[in-house]
């Protein structure tokens, strides 16, 4: 071992001992050890949580929200402060011979490579944390340039690391990578299209964070949950996540709801089949009957027309429409009518198109079945009936 110069000065207290030397060295290592941890333990709990919370203090909302990024970020610099003073401290403090301080050298310089790169991580990340809290993130997501960021700063300190264990120029190392580029394309093929992919995705506003896209091939049906540079996270309304290829959105086909969310309604769109043996011209007993039912006074007290060249099924599709443009919980604002499609075996559909004010799902689904429920209890009125294939008790049509 080498005398360094704190071990000089320790000398001087332990030359009335018989081993001055080992025990001014010991006390100079150990020294340098304690001053290292007490160095860690000021920054880590001390120093930086304090300016945290006076950051924190100035601006609540914004930093509030990253707590655990600048939790991170703070025990990071303080490892790379203690680094700092390792290295330039070496040859001070530490009582070693040439070999193993420029073990020890070389040992600090990559762990201050390490955490340099992994603060300008946090940074990155600190910032995509400030960024999503902007009123346009949602529509421009950056998740995946920050994780290429993140990926590129990586490979950038391995690099780095493997020239100074070598003792070699960063341009040698980089130049073995030509006979690798094949190897390499191969191996960061999903990053690359994943990268291009994130590219388009945000430039064309296909998907983010929340949006409810349906990509059957996948079996994903549900909310963007993560839009990452190699996979997009979707948690399907039965509370499974299904992981996508985030090349898939542009390289397939996905349905993305996200335009029925901003257009102010859902859409309601349910056929009946009627049995056409029960399409038959309105009896004047009939149009007596209907107009003294309480359900359907209303509709035919703003409309007195002549009932009696009409069709039992016209009039119901003419109330059936009255009824949905009456209706409170549906916009009236967009398209609603009530239509005859092509007559089937199963009977004529006559389907219900409108849309729902309430555009959440349980609310939703109440709705349509509440006018399906509706118009089926109506249609005996009209002496209609409804087509099914016969199972079960027989219905009371058959006496008609």
């Not at 394309?185 to 990268?195: N, P």
């Not at 540079?229 to 709801?257: E, G, H, M």
């Not at 689904?365 to 209609?384: C, G, N, R, S, Y």
Request: charged share 15%.
């Amino acid at each position: 071992m080498t005398m360094s110069q704190l071990t000089t000065i320790l000398l001087e207290w332990f030359t009335p001992l018989k081993q001055a030397l080992l025990f001014a060295q010991i006390s100079a290592t150990s020294i340098g050890i304690v001053s290292l941890l007490m160095l860690y333990l000021f920054a880590k709990q001390l120093f930086l949580p304090s300016i945290q919370k006076l950051v924190i203090y100035f601006s609540p909302t914004t930093a509030g929200r990253l707590s655990k990024l600048l939790d991170k970020f703070n025990g990071r610099l303080a490892i790379m402060l203690c680094c700092i003073v390792f290295i330039g401290t070496l040859e001070l403090i530490y009582p070693f011979n040439d070999l193993i301080l420029s073990v020890l050298r070389t040992f600090g310089q990559c762990a201050m490579l390490i955490y340099g790169g992994l603060i300008f991580s946090s940074i990155i990340s600190i910032s995509g944390g400030i960024y999503n809290q902007l009123s346009f993130a949602k529509d421009v997501p950056i998740q995946g340039l920050i994780q290429l960021v993140k990926l590129v700063t990586f490979i950038v300190i391995c690099v780095l690391l493997v020239s100074l264990m070598l003792d070699k120029s960063p341009a040698y190392i980089l130049s073995g990578f030509g006979a690798l580029a094949a190897v390499l394309l191969l191996v960061f093929k999903d990053t690359i299209l994943g990268f291009v992919a994130s590219i388009q995705i945000a430039a064309n506003r296909l998907v983010t964070h929340g949006d409810w896209i349906q990509m059957d091939q996948y079996g994903a049906d549900g909310e963007v949950e993560d839009l990452g540079l190699n996979i997009v996270k979707v948690r399907n309304w039965d509370k499974t996540i299904t992981s996508i290829p985030t090349y898939a959105l542009i390289a397939q086909s996905f349905k993305n709801w996200r335009g029925m969310q901003e257009s102010g309604g859902r859409r309601i769109k349910r056929a009946l089949n009627i049995d056409m043996h029960s399409v038959r011209l309105l009896e004047a007993e009939t149009v007596q009957s209907l107009q003294q039912h309480p359900v359907l006074k209303s509709y035919f007290d703003k409309n007195t027309e002549d009932l009696s060249s009409f069709t039992n099924i016209s009039v119901f599709r003419r109330y059936a429409e009255f009824y949905l443009k009456v209706h409170p919980q549906l916009n009236h604002g967009m398209t609603l009518m009530v239509r005859e499609l092509q007559p089937t075996a199963t009977g004529l559909p006559i389907e219900f198109y409108c849309f729902s004010e309430d555009q959440r799902w349980i609310p939703y689904e109440h709705l349509q079945a509440d006018i399906t429920d509706h118009f089926l209890a109506v249609l005996p009125l009209f002496k209609l009936y409804p087509y099914q294939h016969i199972s079960g008790a027989l219905s009371t049509q058959s006496g008609q």
